[in-house]
């Protein structure tokens, strides 16, 4: 522990008084509806699979990073990536991993990656150390701060060092969708989903992901590159296994905070049965990975 104090010192990362105990409420996770408290052992395991799914494609959309740089991971979750950022890195740069809940990510202890508990909405930049990251990377974070994304962004790019890279992986999740119209479950599915209007009664913007270029472009990102992407899978796939646990996590949300009348229950029991059906193919979510890197100072005359 002593050899990582001195490690630390050395880079100079900032710790604010506003750091909180781990057990603290952020504002912004009131409303989040996957927070882990009281379900951390299903959380737990959602993120695994999140992290078996998505964690090859979200390596190669950062192969950009480089021995030496200082990274930051905002809304880590877990923390494999951040794990893994440490490693490119190496022994001479660092990551600085920060969610609004630090519960899996206190497991981690690499000499350097440094945890941080941190609303990058409400917090001051000033415990990140603004201006110095070479690479600033989230991924499926924007889509759940509801019409707070470009603040967020804004926030992210001013921690971002002149020539620095900005990297976001989010979803258009209306777009899951089954592909057999004469399947049994079709018909409900559709009649509760409605083409992702199910996300919009909630507060959400179904095609948020496709925004992505335009709202880099707006906080005066240059640079900037776009992809996306989308498989066909079925029910008893990883991919089905994790949508249906971050289902079955909002509807526990949902009926701790407002409680579900019977129509709501029989919506997500359409929503929820299909997923463990092999039988089931569908469309999954149109995920969305964007590039921006911030201007490079021009020289004075």
Not at 75 to 80: E, I, L, Q, T
Not at 264 to 271: G, P, S
Request: some cysteine.
């Amino acid at each position: 522990m002593a050899t990582q104090s001195k490690w630390l010192e050395g880079h100079q990362l900032k710790r604010g008084p506003e750091q909180r105990p781990a057990h603290v409420v952020s504002s912004s996770e009131l409303g989040y509806r996957l927070a882990s408290r009281g379900r951390q052992k299903h959380e737990d395991d959602r993120l695994g699979l999140l992290e078996r799914i998505f964690d090859p494609l979200s390596r190669r959309r950062r192969e950009m990073v480089r021995p030496g740089w200082r990274v930051l991971e905002v809304g880590a979750g877990r923390g494999s990536m951040a794990v893994w950022l440490a490693e490119q890195v190496g022994e001479n740069g660092l990551v600085v991993a920060t969610d609004i809940d630090v519960t899996y990510l206190q497991r981690l202890h690499l000499p350097n990656l440094v945890v941080r508990e941190h609303n990058i909405l409400t917090d001051p930049l000033e415990a990140l150390g603004p201006g110095s990251f070479d690479m600033v990377s989230s991924r499926l974070m924007l889509f759940w701060l509801a019409g707070e994304q470009e603040v967020a962004i804004r926030r992210m790019v001013e921690c971002l060092r002149p020539g620095g890279w900005l990297v976001d992986e989010d979803g258009d999740w209306g777009t899951v969708t089954p592909v057999d119209q004469s399947h049994p479950f079709y018909a409900r599915y559709q009649g509760a989903y409605r083409n992702g209007e199910w996300w919009a009664a909630r507060g959400y913007d179904p095609i948020f992901g496709r925004n992505l270029p335009l709202l880099f472009e707006r906080c005066g990102l240059e640079n900037i590159r776009h992809e996306a992407t989308a498989e066909v899978v079925r029910g008893g796939s990883p991919w089905a296994r994790w949508w249906q646990q971050t289902l079955e996590a909002i509807r526990e949300w949902e009926r701790a905070e407002r409680g579900l009348t019977k129509a709501r229950e029989e919506e997500y029991k359409a929503l929820l049965t299909p997923w463990i059906d092999p039988s089931f193919w569908f469309q999954n979510a149109l995920v969305h990975a964007c590039w921006g890197q911030h201007p490079r100072r021009r020289p004075t005359p």
